[in-house]
């Protein structure tokens, strides 16, 4: 992988959730391109160490940890293993998230058929589970708020300390089928303004990128049948998208790499910046 720039990240640590990722994967191998070292952090410790290796092999400087980032006690036991391994914290992306079929609608809109009795193939709005949306919820907000009150204690009064929250273009222009992922990436957006304010005074800034689409491991069956082939879905996403595609992971690390460099963004704080082909420029006509 080709990073657009390099910045100094020499003697910094980074803690990427998510990282055994497609989209953060990217992230970890970037930052340990910069020489930091980078404590990748998955539910899956096959996962975070597959990373790892493969920035140790190049000579990059990265453990992989197993952590769920619903759980206060894992977080901790995480955090313990980076200060054992690394000696701080300085910079945190959370990339952890995702979304849960029990809160999606089959359908795009609600049409008067489908309130019908005896329909049973599909989900509308009224039949969405409510566990399904708890648990998007959690994934996603107390999946952000959880890491960042772990790690972020630790990176108070560090220079050039940083975290880096992952929103999406939903939180700006919510997408039908998954109300649940779109609102609570918008959570994901207003937290990190309140997170940027709130930690002003000890010096961490906050910041979120909001991707727009890029194929993951999360969302490819959404995207693509079987055969490969685009599904209706992706066609409707790329019209909307002016510059015709999908997004490649390294089209985010130019981003990723300015909001951690002080020198560059140093007096950016408590911004979503989009990375979404035009996607949020575009009305559509």
Same mark, same amino acid.
């Given at each position: 992988?080709?990073?657009? @720039?390099?910045?100094?990240?020499?003697?910094?640590?980074? /803690? /990427?959730?998510?990282?055994?990722?497609?989209? !953060?994967?990217?992230? !970890?191998?970037? +930052?340990?391109? !910069?020489?930091?070292? /980078?404590?990748?952090?998955?539910?899956?410790?096959?996962?975070?160490?597959?990373?790892?290796?493969?920035?140790?092999?190049?000579?990059?400087?990265?453990?992989?940890?197993?952590?769920?980032?619903?759980?206060?006690?894992?977080?901790?036991?995480?955090?313990?293993?980076? +200060?054992?391994?690394?000696?701080?914290?300085?910079?945190?992306?959370?990339?952890?998230?995702?979304?849960?079929?029990?809160?999606? #609608?089959?359908?795009? *809109? %609600?049409?008067?058929?489908?309130?019908?009795?005896?329909?049973?193939?599909?989900?509308?709005?009224?039949?969405?589970?409510?566990?399904?949306?708890?648990?998007?919820?959690?994934?996603?907000?107390?999946?952000?708020? +959880?890491? #960042?009150?772990?790690?972020?204690?630790?990176?108070?009064?560090?220079?050039?300390?940083?975290?880096?929250?992952?929103?999406?273009?939903?939180?700006?222009?919510?997408?039908?089928?998954?109300?649940?992922?779109? $609102?609570?990436?918008?959570?994901?957006?207003?937290?990190?303004?309140?997170? $940027?304010?709130? @930690?002003?005074? /000890?010096?961490?800034?906050?910041?979120?990128?909001?991707?727009?689409?890029?194929? #993951?491991?999360?969302?490819?069956?959404?995207?693509?049948?079987?055969?490969?082939?685009?599904?209706?879905?992706?066609?409707?996403? %790329?019209?909307?998208?002016?510059?015709?595609?999908?997004?490649?992971?390294?089209?985010?690390?130019?981003?990723?790499? *300015?909001? !951690?460099?002080?020198?560059?963004?140093?007096?950016?704080?408590?911004?979503?910046?989009?990375?979404?082909?035009?996607?949020?420029? *575009?009305?559509?006509?």
């Amino acid at each position: 992988m080709s990073i657009p @720039f390099r910045i100094d990240l020499s003697g910094k640590t980074a /803690v /990427v959730t998510g990282g055994g990722g497609v989209l !953060c994967s990217s992230f !970890c191998t970037a +930052l340990a391109e !910069c020489g930091a070292n /980078v404590a990748v952090l998955d539910l899956k410790k096959e996962n975070a160490d597959a990373v790892a290796d493969r920035i140790t092999a190049v000579g990059g400087n990265a453990i992989g940890i197993s952590a769920n980032v619903l759980s206060r006690d894992s977080l901790i036991e995480a955090r313990r293993e980076v +200060l054992q391994a690394f000696g701080g914290v300085d910079i945190l992306i959370n990339g952890a998230g995702g979304n849960n079929p029990k809160a999606q #609608t089959t359908k795009e *809109y %609600l049409f008067p058929e489908d309130l019908e009795n005896g329909i049973k193939d599909i989900t509308t709005f009224f039949d969405l589970d409510p566990s399904g949306v708890e648990f998007v919820f959690n994934l996603n907000f107390l999946g952000t708020l +959880l890491p #960042t009150q772990v790690f972020a204690s630790e990176m108070c009064g560090r220079e050039g300390a940083t975290v880096i929250n992952i929103s999406s273009m939903n939180s700006f222009r919510p997408l039908t089928k998954i109300p649940a992922y779109s $609102a609570a990436k918008s959570a994901i957006s207003n937290f990190t303004m309140w997170l $940027a304010v709130h @930690f002003s005074k /000890v010096n961490i800034r906050v910041n979120a990128i909001a991707p727009g689409f890029f194929v #993951t491991a999360q969302n490819k069956a959404l995207l693509f049948d079987n055969d490969g082939n685009p599904t209706a879905r992706t066609g409707k996403i %790329l019209a909307a998208t002016p510059m015709n595609r999908f997004g490649e992971p390294e089209e985010l690390l130019g981003t990723l790499l *300015y909001l !951690c460099d002080s020198r560059s963004s140093g007096f950016v704080n408590g911004i979503i910046i989009p990375v979404d082909g035009g996607f949020s420029a *575009y009305s559509g006509v």
